[in-house]
């Protein structure tokens, strides 16, 4: 027995030195019980954007107990845990802090009852609807083994716990702070994020655009109030913002190529009080989606020309007012990177668990980091369980995904299926000759 124990052992060995990037199921089985801890209790106790700084302080605590150089406050809540080994990449790895105003409806035993006042005042339910406790998570798991097996690679390794990423502003908040100034700038920028399209235990990848820019924009439209029953002494600015409504739809599809993907949703519409009374204006409000930023500015200047174009055929007294906020490029993972990163997982995984994936319309502010000139890859990691996953698809069935209340990643493997690719995929990029 005690030279069979030998022998595993320096097979084991072997087989790290010559796989470096693939770490020991053992070795995740022995960091899990941390990371399930944090997950749990991230999940119990979420905050809104802006609000995070308990879950600021328990990463920042996380990362410290374990070595790293940690800075808080950067950017507002954010987070920056340094860990130098030697000269090299720099790697870093984002997770995200803050969860969404949605009421937890999975009936978890550890689900979320919280509930506080957004930013308007309003009182909230509070719930990691997107799964940035997961990723928050995975990554101190990471961060953990990267310390236990630092023979395995070189350089220096960033964890950034970034806030506001549901409000797309915590990325450029924490890029104004100095993020790549006061720290080591990065060869590379690296995340996961899970995933409903995908059972837990497989990760997507997809090289170029894959997630689209999007820009949040008000107009209001203005017109001439008064009674309904008179209409010829008012303008109705009801029918031009109805009118207007209807021109948008032509922008995507007649003035942008048909193989350019762009979305323009009128998502919200507010006008008047009473079925008796024409307001005196409309407030319309748009979300805009795009892969390039030609498309993106394209889309942006026709959404003002048509609004004022519809205004002005009405004899509406004044132009609409027209107000783009909350804007966020385009998350473009790096094709050579993101071919490396699969490669390697294919390896550690098998080509099963590695598939190609596909664009998505949604948004992330992790898309910043890119403009810096970063090479950047976000992977798409499956969070449902395999065998409601299979069902689901038998029968057709459209799964609870990010922002639903009754989304809940199939925690265990999915925790750990995110170590297993953070790992392999970081020590690929910083794994030593």
């Not at 837990?200 to 820019?213: C, E």
């Not at 032509?250 to 323009?264: F, L, M, Q």
């Not at 080509?351 to 976000?378: C, H, K, Q, T």
């Amino acid at each position: 027995m005690k030279h069979l124990l030998l022998l595993l052992l320096s097979l084991s060995a072997v087989s790290w030195a010559a796989e470096p990037w693939r770490v020991a199921s053992t070795q995740i089985d022995a960091v899990y019980p941390q990371v399930e801890g944090l997950y749990l209790d991230l999940h119990r106790n979420p905050e809104l954007s802006y609000h995070e700084e308990k879950t600021a302080a328990k990463i920042a605590g996380q990362l410290r107990q374990l070595g790293y150089d940690v800075t808080t406050g950067v950017g507002g809540n954010g987070v920056v845990g340094v860990f130098k080994n030697g000269a090299g990449p720099v790697v870093m790895l984002r997770a995200e802090l803050d969860a969404l105003p949605v009421p937890e409806k999975t009936g978890l035993a550890y689900a979320s009852h919280v509930t506080t006042h957004d930013d308007r005042g309003v009182e909230v339910p509070v719930m990691h609807a997107c799964g940035h406790d997961l990723h928050m998570a995975i990554g101190i798991g990471t961060a953990a083994l990267l310390v236990q097996n630092k023979d395995r690679w070189h350089g220096t390794f960033i964890y950034v716990g970034q806030p506001a990423e549901e409000r797309i502003g915590g990325a450029k908040a924490m890029m104004k702070d100095g993020l790549f100034t006061r720290f080591p700038k990065p060869d590379f920028v690296f995340g996961v994020h899970d995933s409903s399209g995908l059972p837990a235990g497989k990760v997507g990848y997809t090289p170029g655009f894959s997630a689209a820019n999007a820009d949040s924009v008000n107009v209001t439209v203005y017109g001439v109030g008064g009674h309904g029953s008179a209409p010829q002494q008012t303008v109705d600015p009801i029918v031009i913002a109805a009118r207007t409504i209807v021109s948008w739809q032509t922008i995507v599809s007649r003035e942008i190529d048909p193989r350019e993907p762009a979305v323009i949703t009128v998502g919200s519409i507010h006008g008047g009080t009473k079925n008796n009374i024409i307001p005196d204006e409309v407030q319309m409000q748009l979300t805009v989606r795009s892969y390039e930023d030609e498309v993106r500015k394209h889309l942006l200047a026709s959404i003002e020309r048509i609004a004022d174009a519809e205004a002005a055929a009405a004899g509406a007294p004044k132009k609409p007012l027209i107000e783009t906020y909350e804007g966020v490029g385009a998350v473009y993972n790096d094709p050579q990177t993101t071919k490396r990163l699969a490669e390697r997982l294919k390896q550690v995984m098998g080509d099963a668990n590695v598939v190609l994936g596909r664009p998505i319309m949604a948004s992330d502010d992790f898309a910043e980091y890119r403009y810096a000139g970063i090479p950047s890859v976000m992977l798409e990691l499956g969070a449902v369980n395999p065998e409601k996953y299979a069902e689901a698809k038998k029968n057709g069935e459209k799964l609870p995904g990010p922002h639903s209340p009754y989304f809940a990643p199939d925690r265990e493997p999915s925790l750990k299926t995110g170590i297993e690719v953070e790992m392999a995929a970081i020590v690929e990029l910083m794994g030593k000759p």
